[in-house]
Antibody, heavy 121, light 107 residues
Framework: QVQLQESGPGLVKPSETLSLTCSVS??????????WSWIRQSPGKGLEWIGH???????TYNPSLKSRVSISVDTSKDHFSLELRSATAADTAVYYC?????????????WGQGIVVTVSS | DIQMTQSPSSLSASVGDRVSITCRAS??????LNWYQQKPGKAPRLLIY???TLQTGVPSRFSGSGSGRDFTLTISSLQPEDFATYYC?????????FGQGSKVEIK
């Protein structure tokens, strides 16, 4: 059974970097058979796809966040991470990590439970 | 970005009702359309991918149809556990944008 779990600070100060980690069990982030994604949800903007990694060095980001975001993979620990620089109140949201099934199509088939992140001083 | 518009934003229905939710894309997306169900305080759950393929374990009362720009999620006989918010997502082109959600409430 594939499981994902987000972790990281629940409170980030404005202008600082929001950093989250997603721990994966039941699958390997480096297998190449899936992508790994971050999505966020805020009352104001609904669900927003942040980006994904293919488990190696290839990443794709939402153009609206591309200048501030990085997704990386730690294959030794089977987890992947999100960094969002220069955080503002608009980045306050529930952040989810998810597995992307890319076998024939593209869909998010396993999700973490989500982590609430507030950007505030 | 491709814009996804769902309707209705909310609806009230009774157990046993047939319910349909529509999703319109701002441009052609073939059948690259997924549906998710979300309950309060929980992560979204994949119901349907590629417009009409049911994810493993999803009850057969859920079905999806459409192509091009217009898509529909149908629940043939609403059950108590189906009261939730439903989202469509296009994956024809990145970013994979979501609809704003359709909340199904108890009548």
């Amino acid at each position: 059974q594939v499981q994902l779990q987000e972790s990281g600070p629940g409170l980030v100060k404005p202008s600082e970097t929001l950093s989250l980690t997603c721990s994966v069990s039941g699958a390997s982030v480096s297998s190449g058979s899936n992508y790994w994604s971050w999505i966020r949800q805020s009352p104001g903007k609904g669900l927003e796809w942040i980006g994904h990694t293919d488990g190696s060095r290839t990443t794709t980001y939402n153009p609206s966040l591309k200048s501030r975001v990085s997704i990386s993979v730690d294959t030794s620990k089977d987890h992947f991470s999100l960094e969002l620089r220069s955080a503002t109140a608009a980045d306050t949201a529930v952040y989810y990590c998810a597995r992307v099934n890319v076998s024939s199509w593209y869909f998010l088939d396993y999700w973490g439970q989500g982590i609430v992140v507030t950007v505030s001083s | 970005d491709i814009q996804m518009t769902q309707s209705p934003s909310s609806l009230s229905a009774s157990v046993g009702d047939r319910v349909s939710i529509t999703c319109r894309a701002s441009q052609l997306i073939s059948i690259y359309l997924n549906w998710y169900q979300q309950k309060p305080g929980k992560a979204p759950r994949l119901l349907i991918y590629a417009t009409s393929t049911l994810q493993t374990g999803v009850p057969s009362r859920f079905s999806g149809s459409g192509s091009g720009r217009d898509f529909t999620l149908t629940i043939s006989s609403l059950q108590p556990e189906d009261f939730a918010t439903y989202y469509c997502q296009q994956t024809f082109s990145m970013p994979g944008t979501f609809g704003q959600g359709s909340k199904v409430e108890i009548k």
